[in-house]
T-cell receptor
């Protein structure tokens, strides 16, 4: 398994500002992902964070709104840019450590006023 | 895109009862995963299934990978209050997972 930590665990932000969420894994992993989970909803994949290259975004998510960095095999950041109340959600970092195994961090709870 | 139908949406059961939930899809998946999420936490992996027809247990939890590769079920036997939470299924292909909408389980002592 993998132990994943995220910072911050929660934040309250003003609209128009940006927030960067950090994800740290206790071991090197090939694949890292960022998900969004809106209140009472399922998990939606935002993007796959690729080490050394640009992230791969899912339909409906763009780099200008959700820039992602992945400088090495244990760390990634997700920025939520120019926030609006619709961005209020839980943002989850996830990693894949082998075939079919996928683990999640504790999440970052974001409220945009 | 690929979509999963997870049912039931919610369950209210008495402690000690058995629970069954399932996921179906119109698409084939190579891996099925089952997660539990408690309030304020991220999803925790319960069981991973890698082969059609596979039946795997984890304590009181048992999950099966459907032979058509388009469905999976999760059973919880002799439920206890700490089983409360939201259970998600996920179908995975090429490392990318698609999640069901979750089954919210409430266990009455």
């Amino acid at each position: 398994s993998a132990v994943i930590s995220q910072k911050p665990s929660r934040d309250i932000c003003q609209r128009g500002t940006s927030l960067t969420i950090q994800c740290q894994v206790d071991s090197q992993v090939t694949m890292m992902f960022w998900y969004r989970q809106q209140p009472g909803q399922s998990l939606t994949l935002i993007a796959t964070a690729n080490q050394g290259s640009e992230a791969t975004y899912e339909s409906g998510f763009v780099i200008d709104k959700f820039p992602i960095s992945r400088p090495n095999l244990t760390f990634s950041t997700l920025t939520v840019s120019n926030m609006s109340p619709e961005d209020s959600s839980i943002y989850l970092c996830s990693v894949a450590t082998g075939v079919g195994t996928q683990y999640f961090g504790p999440g970052t709870r974001l409220l945009v006023l | 895109g690929q979509q999963l139908n997870q049912s039931p949406q919610s369950m209210f059961i008495q402690e000690g009862e058995d629970v069954s939930m399932n996921c179906t899809s119109s698409s084939i998946f190579n891996t099925w995963l089952w997660y539990k999420q408690e309030p304020g936490e991220g999803p925790v992996l319960l069981i991973a299934l890698y082969k059609a027809g596979e039946l795997t247990s984890n304590g009181r939890l048992t999950a099966q990978f459907g032979i058509t590769r388009k469905d999976s079920f999760l059973n919880i036997s002799a439920s206890i209050p700490s089983d409360v939470g939201i259970y998600f299924c996920a179908g995975q292909n090429a490392g990318k997972s698609t999640f069901g909408d979750g089954t919210t389980l409430t266990v009455k002592p």
